[in-house]
């Protein structure tokens, strides 16, 4: 079978993907390649850490996007013909793996958290998790390549050994292209990370308006914790940063109390919440899903509630 290529951005990337392209690599009697970033991971380290060979991509000038890469990666793609092209599930990994997939007339199976290689058949096997971690659903390709992208800290990075030898070349420039960067604004990030928060206090859809957010606020004080946030209230109505938002798209969770606010409990918020010790809800509506998965609930309108919560807690 043809060779592993990783196309990594950065070096954390490149060293994961390079620990799952070794995953393949004995199976598949195939090299593995590492076409890398200018600036990302050496030669020397990818090749220490079993790539066999290295494309380096050209520097980019500051106004062009990464993107830019795609015709110079599409005509290598297509004279090296690899079996499998990983890259990470990142955002721009993401982007850039779907349209050289679709440049090569080629499949992509995104997030993908296991792969291997089944000899008899010679199809690459993939794993990836479906209906918000209800369920594994299990891939097979047979064409090649394979465009697959691999979601961040899912394969442990790989080693590096001594002695290892390996060809390092350096890709030409990409060809101009029609998109311009012209500004760059950073992104509204929330102050703390939540993912390490021992107590959460989490707001739901349940809240009418943004200004009444200081309520769950008030109570994540209280408590000594941090506000955490479903999906609606960060990416359709942006009331909080993105980074607040916990479940499937969002963090993933492990508080020692967490407690829902308006939040109805569907199964993409509470995959994130499954490592909480202590599960609260308020709720008003004694049917909300997420009762189901609290260890303690209150039926109630959250704006007569919380504050005798806050109240007692003060006490
Ligand atoms: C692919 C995909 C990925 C997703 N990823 C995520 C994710 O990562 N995180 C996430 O959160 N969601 C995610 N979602 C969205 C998810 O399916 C739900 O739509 C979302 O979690 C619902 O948010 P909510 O509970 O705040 O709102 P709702 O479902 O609208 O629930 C609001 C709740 O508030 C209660 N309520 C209303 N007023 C009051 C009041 N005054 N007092 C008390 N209770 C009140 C209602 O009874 C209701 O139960 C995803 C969806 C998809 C399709």
Redesign the pocket.
Known sequence: MAGIWIIAETREQAFELLGAGRSLAPGMGAALTAVVAAGSASPEECIARGADEVLLLAELSPGEPYGAHLPVLEQEARAASPGVILFSAAARGKELAARLAARLGAGLCSACTALSFDKGSGSVLMERIAYGGAAIQKLTSSAAPVVVTVPPRSFAPAEAADGRQGRTRELPAPPPSAVKIVDRKPREKAAKDIAEARVIVCA???FDKKEDLALARELADALGGELGA????TEELHWLPEDL??????VQVKPELYVGL?????V??MT?VRGARVVCA????EN?PIFALSDFGIV????EVVPKIIEAMRK
Request: charged share 15%.
């Open positions: 739901g859809r349940g479903t999906r609606p209230l938002c916990i479940g499937l798209s969002g308006g939040v109805s409990g569907q993409q918020h994130g308020v709720n008003k509506d909300a109630g309108n959250l704006y």
